[in-house]
T-cell receptor, first 114, second 112 residues
Framework: NAGVTQTPKFQVLKTGQSMTLQCAQD?????MSWYRQDPGMGLRLIHY???????DQGEVPNGYNVSRSTTEDFPLRLLSAAPSQTSVYFC?????????????FGEGSWLTVV | DQQVKQNSPSLSVQEGRISILNCDYT??????FLWYKKYPAEGPTFLIS?????DKNEDGRFTVFLNKSAKHLSLHIVPSQPGDSAVYFC???????????FGKGITLSVRP
């Protein structure tokens, strides 16, 4: 997981609160993305970015915002947290090429919404 | 509509034997397939991949087979080791991008 840093590792939120999950990579990758992992659901794509200033929705974007002002950072914002957003969140970055070993994941952020 | 399917949630094998993990897909536009391994409390790590122009790719103990006509791929681990015990995710992508669609994962347990 070298090169992709996520913070915080653990967070508990109350329903309605807002927060930002931070993601930074130091590999100069153009492509960055956020996934959530839920029991029995695998990893589902929330939002992704193919470069600074460019973002797009994934499979489950509702309730989340993203922005990409720099190549290095791709924060994920929860504007009004809901219990359904309790999950493990993974940030990933890649060079956008076809080689799978260029896609790196962070260690994950465990979020609980009560 | 799940485009990448790992229908078996778990697999248990004896150390030294072969582990075969299966994956099916429905989207014929997928042309690049990857396997990721995940330990608890860690992020997924890349294991092996295969392009749709190939039917086999081998890396040490790990071999991935692709059957495009059946829209099926499998990961073979030979010989299996206790350290291989983890969750394995199959993933697929289209074109030259890193946007991945994942299966639900399969938990592999290798018994000593």
């Amino acid at each position: 997981n070298a090169g992709v840093t996520q913070t915080p590792k653990f967070q508990v939120l109350k329903t309605g609160q807002s927060m930002t999950l931070q993601c930074a990579q130091d590999m100069n990758h153009e492509y960055m993305s956020w996934y959530r992992q839920d029991p029995g659901m695998g990893l589902r794509l929330i939002h992704y970015s193919v470069g600074a200033g460019i973002t797009d929705q994934g499979e489950v974007p509702n309730g989340y915002n993203v922005s990409r002002s720099t190549t290095e950072d791709f924060p994920l914002r929860l504007l009004s947290a809901a219990p359904s957003q309790t999950s493990v969140y993974f940030c990933a970055s890649g060079s956008g090429g076809r080689s799978g070993n260029t896609i790196y994941f962070g260690e994950g952020s465990w979020l609980t919404v009560v | 509509d799940q485009q990448v399917k790992q229908n078996s949630p778990s697999l248990s094998v004896q150390e030294g034997r072969i582990s075969i993990l299966n994956c099916d897909y429905t989207n014929s536009m997928f042309d690049y397939f990857l396997w990721y391994k995940k330990y608890p409390a860690e992020g997924p790590t890349f294991l092996i991949s295969i392009s749709s122009i190939k039917d086999k790719n081998e890396d040490g103990r790990f071999t991935v087979f692709l059957n495009k006509s059946a829209k099926h791929l499998s990961l073979h681990i030979v010989p299996s080791q206790p350290g291989d015990s983890a969750v394995y995710f199959c993933a697929a992508s289209t074109g030259a991008n890193s946007k991945l669609t994942f299966g639900k994962g399969i938990t592999l347990s290798v018994r000593p």
